[in-house]
């Protein structure tokens, strides 16, 4: 088979959203769309939800005045919450679900529901403990905490921007605690050798799917760069039967079947060039299945 040499725009989407530390899914549409599948984006404070790259593209584009708008509305403040981060070594994943998870009664009148718990003296909820064995040791934060979504590696390489000193394989973020306890480092002689990172302001993850209402902030976005933006009928130049949207600036001309769509083209445009078509990026991309399922509210 001929290797393919072009670039499309779901590749230097789906590039562009990796280096936002974006992690991407796409999961079975059931009855709710006519596509098969439905792409999902998701970051620690950014959920997106839409039928394809581009799309999704574009609502991260329109972000801020999608939040801006829904603080007015809800009148409400954004609530800031923590999140604690741990690292370890452990020989197995069957050792590491019971240091996590093995019950205990009471330590000093306080329930203290893990053996890990003991160690550091904290009680958390399960709903709120994430961990995950790597295969492979490293002293990476980024690639420790690979499978942890609910924290951003950025915030992480803040405190450790040379990597850590040793190398772990066990990645631990509990959501909703401040953990300031004494304890930052433990060894226990069943379950391994385990140490705290450090605790980190989070805020609760904006939601915006693709849907109907997003198209005026999609409009209002392109005029924000300086577009000139109309829609025409496409019985000459274009089939099906809808209205094709344009947008105009220095002479140049883009068009797309509504305002989303047109947006997410032009900001791959502005970012990868007019020449996006040769870029140097991925064009081949590894899917690993999960069972969570993702959940929003229109």
């Not at 230097?12 to 984006?41: H, Q």
């Not at 870029?279 to 399922?293: D, L, M, W, Y």
Request: hydrophobic share 35%; net charge negative; proline share 2%.
């Amino acid at each position: 088979m001929a290797e393919r040499t072009d670039c499309t725009l779901s590749d230097i989407c789906i590039d562009y959203f990796v280096k936002n530390n974006f992690r991407l899914y796409i999961e079975r549409a059931g009855d709710r769309s006519v596509n098969e599948w439905e792409w999902i984006a998701k970051r620690t404070d950014l959920h997106l939800y839409a039928t394809d790259p581009i799309r999704l593209i574009a609502l991260y584009m329109i972000q801020e005045d999608w939040i801006n708008d829904e603080k007015y509305y809800k009148n409400g403040e954004i609530k800031e919450d923590y999140i604690s981060a741990f690292v370890g070594n452990c020989q197995s994943q069957e050792l590491l679900e019971n240091y996590m998870y093995q019950e205990y009664e009471l330590l000093n009148g306080s329930r203290i529901c893990s053996a890990f718990g003991v160690d550091f003296h904290i009680s958390y909820d399960k709903e709120c403990l994430m961990a995950t064995l790597n295969a492979q040791q490293s002293n990476d934060v980024r690639e420790i905490f690979a499978d942890i979504a609910v924290i951003e590696p950025s915030l992480l390489e803040q405190d450790y921007p040379h990597n850590l000193d040793k190398s772990y394989n066990v990645a631990i973020a509990i959501k909703k605690m401040k953990y300031e306890g004494k304890r930052e480092e433990i060894v226990n002689d069943k379950f391994g050798r385990f140490r705290f990172l450090g605790t980190y302001r989070t805020r609760p993850a904006e939601c915006i799917a693709d849907a109907g209402n997003t198209c005026k902030y999609a409009v209002s976005k392109l005029k924000q760069w300086g577009y000139t933006v109309s829609e025409t009928d496409d019985s000459v130049e274009f089939s099906g039967e809808c209205n094709i949207c344009i947008a105009k600036k220095d002479k140049k001309v883009y068009s797309a079947t509504d305002p989303l769509r047109l947006l997410g083209f032009i900001a791959m445009i502005r970012e990868y060039g007019e020449d996006w078509e040769s870029c140097n990026v991925a064009r081949s991309f590894s899917i690993k299945p999960v069972k969570e399922q993702f959940y929003w509210d229109l």
